[in-house]
C-alpha cells in the first residue's frame, strides 16, 4: 500500500505536534519542514500524499525509465500517481518541503483543483532548475508559508493554498525541457516498478476501497510511459502480457475472498472494480474454469 503521512514521518524520523490527536485522511493536512536527506538512494516509493521540494544539493532523480541529474537548486513537485527515487551524491543536502494531502488539495471551492494544475500530472516536468533570483524568491514563500502555519489565524489553510499556487505559477512561468537521460537496465526497471505497483493494490480493502487500476493503460499512465513501451517490455522479461499478469492476481485476489469470506459475489466483484456480477463471472470463469458460485458452493458458503 503507499506509504502514508505518519509512515513518512516514522521513516525520516520527523513529528508533528498537531497528530498528537492521530492523522485523518479524510480531513485536510499540509505541513512544512526543513529538508535531510541521508547520503544515498532512497528506494522507489509509492504515496498517498503530495510533496513539493527545494532541492540544494547534487543528486539523482530517477523515474520508471528514465533519471536527471539535479547539479543545482530545483524545484520539485510530486503527487501519489508517480512513483521515484533521489539518489543523493553530495553529502551536503539542504533545502524546504512541504506535504499535503488530498482533502486539501480538493478543499477550495472557487477555483480549478491544484491537482488540476499541470504541475501535478502525470505527465510533463516535475523538477524546475532555480537562478539565485527565483530560489530567493521561493524560499522567502517558504518561509512565509511557515509563519502562516505558526499563525492562529482561522482562514490559514486558504492562505496556504494560495501561497501554493503561487510556488505552482512561479514554476510553470520558467518552464522548460528537461534533459532526462535513459536508465542502463531501464527495462528491467519498469517490470519491477509495475510488479511492485500491481502488488501494492492488494488486498481490496473491502468495503471502502475499489480496485484501481485494472488495465495495462492505468499501469502506463502511474508510470508516465508509453502503453505499448510497457506492454513491449513486461513481455521481453517476463514471458508474460501485462494482461496476464494483471488477469492472473485480480483471480488470485478473488479466489480468496470467493474461499475465505462471507463477503457476496456481487461485493467482490464490485471491489475488483468490475461493474457487473455477470461480466466478473465471465471473467473468472475464463481465467479458472468454474464459476464463482461454484467455488462458494465447495467451501459452503452458498
Same mark, same amino acid.
Given at each position: ?18 497528530? =498528537? ?69 553530495? *553529502? ?15 478543499? *477550495? ?30 524560499? =522567502? ?16 489553510? =486558504? ?9 505552482? %505559477? ?10 532526462? *537521460? ?43 510511459? %508509453?502503453?505499448? %513501451? ?13 494482461? =496476464? ?21 456481487? *461485493? ?35
Amino acid at each position: 500500500m503507499p506509504e502514508t503521512i505518519t509512515q513518512f514521518y516514522k521513516r525520516i524520523q520527523r513529528n508533528d505536534p498537531t497528530l =498528537d490527536g492521530g492523522y485523518s485522511r479524510e480531513k485536510p493536512y499540509f505541513n512544512i519542514f526543513s529538508r535531510q536527506c541521508n547520503f544515498g538512494t532512497v528506494q522507489f516509493s509509492y504515496r498517498d500524499f503530495y510533496k513539493v521540494t527545494v532541492i540544494m544539493g547534487i543528486g539523482k532523480l530517477y523515474y520508471a525509465d528514465k533519471w536527471i541529474l539535479v547539479d543545482r537548486p530545483a524545484l520539485l513537485f510530486s503527487n501519489p500517481l508517480v512513483p521515484y527515487a533521489w539518489e543523493s551524491i553530495s *553529502e551536503e543536502q539542504e533545502g524546504r518541503f512541504c506535504i499535503f494531502n488530498e482533502p486539501f488539495v480538493k478543499a *477550495e471551492e472557487k477555483n480549478n483543483s491544484l491537482s488540476e494544475t499541470p504541475l501535478f500530472k502525470i505527465s510533463g516536468d516535475k523538477v524546475f532548475f532555480l537562478d539565485d533570483l527565483q530560489l530567493s524568491g521561493i524560499l =522567502d514563500i517558504y518561509a512565509r508559508m511557515q509563519e502562516e502555519i505558526n499563525s492562529d489565524y482561522f482562514g490559514k489553510q =486558504d492562505v496556504l493554498r494560495c501561497y501554493l499556487h503561487l510556488l505552482i %505559477h512561479m514554476a510553470m512561468k520558467m518552464q522548460d525541457t528537461n534533459r532526462y *537521460e535513459a536508465h542502463p537496465n531501464a527495462s528491467q526497471r519498469i517490470v519491477e516498478l509495475f510488479m511492485e505497483l500491481l502488488e501494492r493494490q492488494f488486498p481490496v480493502d473491502y468495503p471502502n476501497t475499489i480496485l484501481v487500476l485494472r488495465t495495462p493503460s492505468d499501469y502506463a499512465s502511474r508510470l508516465s510511459i %508509453h502503453i505499448n %513501451h510497457l506492454n513491449k517490455v513486461v513481455k521481453e522479461i517476463t514471458g508474460k502480457t501485462t494482461s =496476464d499478469w494483471i488477469a492472473e492476481r485480480i483471480t488470485r485476489e478473488a479466489t480468496q475472498y470467493l474461499m475465505h469470506t462471507k463477503l457476496s459475489i456481487s *461485493e467482490i466483484a464490485y471491489g475488483l472494480g468490475f461493474e457487473t456480477v455477470s461480466y466478473f463471472s465471465k471473467f473468472y470463469r475464463k481465467q479458472m474454469g468454474n464459476a464463482p458460485s461454484k467455488i462458494r458452493l465447495e467451501v459452503g458458503y452458498e
